[in-house]
């Protein structure tokens, strides 16, 4: 299944908790007069760096701080004036100006965290708006770059601890959601899990960046080899717990998973309830939920429950051939030199079902033609193979037949069965024939009567 891009969960809430506070400054904000701190302005500088900080609107601000970049190039708050001309746009709602006031901060401090944090987390929303793939992965790589550089970088020393965590959180969000865009969804899991780790509970618990990624955790769960379907559906319904209004796009995936785990859907107001107490699962959750039985399971049961395994329906009979492919323990014989069973005279459940009818000759009436030639033909018989027009017998004449039956036909047949596979399943019948359709009988004759 494919990543659901909820853009509307991308809105950009929260980054103004990262971005605003504790920027790069060279000094302190500029005193009342021609100091900033130990750095001296002239006269003009003050005024515009003054008139750039109290501007009443962000565009105004970011018209202003520009004009001010243009006039003094190489003032000694450049990095300050480039940082609030970043956070200025950012407020303005101009992803684009905001990524080239980054850029411009980058260029002038390389590890500036508010600008790799903005880089990683505007190019992410960027591109998981994308719908081509190469052109979404190389715009998640770039994302994720900005989000292993500012990984790198330390706490800085104005930054409070939770400011740096959510900071931490965003740059392994964009890792995960590069990772999943190429098919890595192991690393996904450990960078999505690490982000989550890293976040207050309340950012799981309303529509949001964090709350998508707990779904896309879901998601690569769900895309594992194998999937872990349990996980997924933890994860799934938890963000389906808080979606709000798109709680239509991300359920599906949630039942898809449980049902896929658990067999049904029975019991899943059980797992919706615990979601809505912890962001991550109980050790113990795979009791709590129980696992559908596995296809083996359902094997061994039909052979200990059927006394007489040849009168097993014959869908029931294919899905031991398809799934009981390994040995039953209960039969062989026993090693006299060790006193153990010896594996090689142990019957799989397939054989053990097979054997119970091999060399039998039987006929199938209403058996649906898939293909056929002069020396065999090709019927789905179980109900299955007739709903998927697959066949699962394979019936060789005895003769060649004059008449060939078409696709599509039902027709009644005899033979004898000879072997079978499980990969696809397949029985095959030999010393076969067409049995011919009777006529339909003749209405009795009625005489007329007469009256005397």
């Known amino acids: 299944m494919k990543n659901v891009v909820l853009a509307s969960l991308l809105a950009m809430a ?14 302190s904000a500029p005193a009342a007069g021609q100091a900033a701190g130990q750095i001296q302005m002239s006269p003009e500088e003050y005024k515009a760096y003054n008139d750039a900080d109290t501007a009443a609107t962000p565009a105004a601000q970011a018209a202003a701080w520009e004009a001010y970049l243009k006039a003094y190039p190489n003032s000694a708050v450049k990095k300050d004036a480039l940082a609030k001309l970043m956070f200025a746009y950012y407020k303005a709602n101009d992803p684009a100006k905001t990524l080239d006031a980054a850029d411009r901060l980058l260029q002038a401090d390389p590890k500036q965290l508010q600008a790799l944090y903005l880089e990683a987390f505007l190019r992410r929303s960027a591109a998981d708006a994308l719908t081509d793939p190469a052109a979404k992965t190389a715009a998640l790589d770039k994302a994720a770059g900005y989000a292993q550089t500012g990984l790198g970088v330390g706490k800085p020393a104005a930054m409070d601890d939770a400011t740096f965590k959510s900071a931490t959180a965003t740059f392994q969000g964009a890792i995960a959601d590069d990772d999943i865009s190429k098919k890595d969804y192991t690393d996904a899991i450990t960078a999505f899990k690490t982000e989550l780790g890293g976040v207050t509970p309340d950012a799981t618990q309303a529509p949001g960046a964090v709350l998508q990624d ?5 998601n690569a769960y769900q895309q594992s080899t194998p999937p872990d379907y349990l996980n997924c559906a933890w994860y799934a319904t938890r963000a389906a717990a808080f979606a709000g209004q798109y709680v239509s796009a991300i359920q599906p995936t949630a039942t ?12 899943y107001e059980k797992l919706q309830a615990l979601v809505k107490t912890s962001l991550t699962p109980p050790v113990d959750l795979g009791t709590t939920i129980t696992a559908a039985p596995k296809p083996i399971d359902y094997v061994k049961q039909t052979i200990a429950s059927t006394p ?19 040995p039953d323990p209960k039969t062989g014989t026993v090693d006299p030199a060790t006193g153990q069973i010896d594996p090689k005279t142990q019957k799989t459940y397939a054989d053990e079902v097979f054997d119970s009818v091999k060399g039998k000759s039987v006929s199938f009436g209403d058996a649906l033609v898939i293909s056929a030639t002069a020396d065999a033909v090709q019927v789905a018989f179980s109900d299955d193979s007739v709903q998927s027009k697959t066949a699962d017998f394979t019936f060789n004449m005895k003769e060649p037949l004059k008449v060939v039956p078409k696709a599509g036909d039902k027709i009644k047949l005899q033979g004898t069965y000879a072997s079978y596979t499980s990969s ?25 009567t007469t009256s005397h």
């Open 214 to 218: 707990v779904f896309y955790l879901a």
């Open 256 to 267: 898809y998973c449980y049902k896929k785990y658990h067999g049904s859907t029975d019991g």
């Open 424 to 448: 696809p399943v397949m029985v095959t019948m030999s010393d076969s024939s067409v049995v011919p359709a009777k006529p339909p009988a003749k209405a009795p004759a009625h005489r007329r």
């Open 14 to 27: 929260g980054v103004a908790t990262v971005v605003q506070p504790c920027f790069a400054q060279d000094a």
């Open 308 to 326: 007489d395994l040849a009168k097993l329906a014959p869908g029931d009979k294919e899905f031991v051939y398809q799934y009981g492919n390994v």
